[in-house]
T-cell receptor
Framework: DTGVSQDPRHKITKRGQNVTFRCDPISEHNRLYWYRQTLGQGPEFLTYFQNEAQLEKSRLLSDRFSAERPKGSFSTLEIQRTEQGDSAMYLC?????????????FGEGSRLTVL | AQTVTQSQPEMSVQEAETVTLSCTYDTSESDYYLFWYKQPPSRQMILVIRQEAYKQQNATENRFSVNFQKAAKSFSLKISDSQLGDAAMYFCAFPSMDTGRRALTFGSGTRLQVQP
């Protein structure tokens, strides 16, 4: 296993278009997180899955954002009607322990540019 | 809101010297973990070191150690014998109530430059 993988690595889209990002966690990890990181800032928590259940969502996750993790394996993050303010790096992380005690393993991120 | 504050946006250190990165946090919890993560340019974030709040002893991982002051809610990272590969963004993090303690809240980061 090569770690957490994210696809695509880069996405350029026009305002108003929909985009979808995929995250494949480390295979034995049952916990999966999405974060958003803007330039020069720390990651901001978006949402958390334990297996297929979405257990926590940030206030940052507006109704234009939706995340799924069918069958508790890979996850997708969809942004509808993108806005320029959505331009950021979207990071996925996974772990086999609660993140409040254990190490998170991050992917390299999906960079979104909204024109 | 529970927060994590890193007051040093950028730091610079000479190779082989020691540097300390600062972090303060706010929580009403008594038992928690604190983390330092490293994000090299264009590479994924990795865990540097972890501290359990109920442990008196400061955590150490090779050249990396922490100075944990629970009463002051301070959690600084010391890097000894700095190497060029240490150049990166460093983020302090802890599981705040803002995320229901289910996820980590990160500070804004400190960019560390290592001068040869």
């Amino acid at each position: 296993d090569t770690g957490v993988s994210q696809d695509p690595r880069h996405k350029i889209t026009k305002r108003g278009q929909n985009v979808t990002f995929r995250c494949d966690p480390i295979s034995e990890h049952n916990r999966l997180y999405w974060y958003r990181q803007t330039l020069g800032q720390g990651p901001e928590f978006l949402t958390y899955f334990q297996n297929e259940a979405q257990l926590e969502k940030s206030r940052l996750l507006s109704d234009r954002f939706s995340a799924e993790r069918p069958k508790g394996s890979f996850s997708t993050l969809e942004i509808q009607r993108t806005e320029q303010g959505d331009s950021a790096m979207y990071l996925c992380a996974s772990t086999d322990r609660a993140s409040n005690t254990g190490e998170l393993f991050f992917g390299e991120g999906s960079r979104l540019t909204v024109l | 809101a529970q927060t994590v504050t890193q007051s040093q946006p950028e730091m610079s250190v000479q190779e082989a010297e020691t540097v300390t990165l600062s972090c303060t946090y706010d929580t009403s919890e008594s038992d928690y973990y604190l983390f330092w993560y490293k994000q090299p340019p264009s590479r994924q974030m990795i865990l540097v070191i972890r501290q359990e709040a109920y442990k008196q002893q400061n955590a150490t991982e090779n050249r990396f150690s922490v100075n944990f002051q629970k009463a002051a809610k301070s959690f600084s990272l010391k890097i000894s014998d700095s190497q060029l590969g240490d150049a990166a963004m460093y983020f302090c993090a802890f599981p705040s109530m803002d995320t229901g303690r289910r996820a980590l809240t990160f500070g804004s980061g400190t960019r560390l430059q290592v001068q040869p």
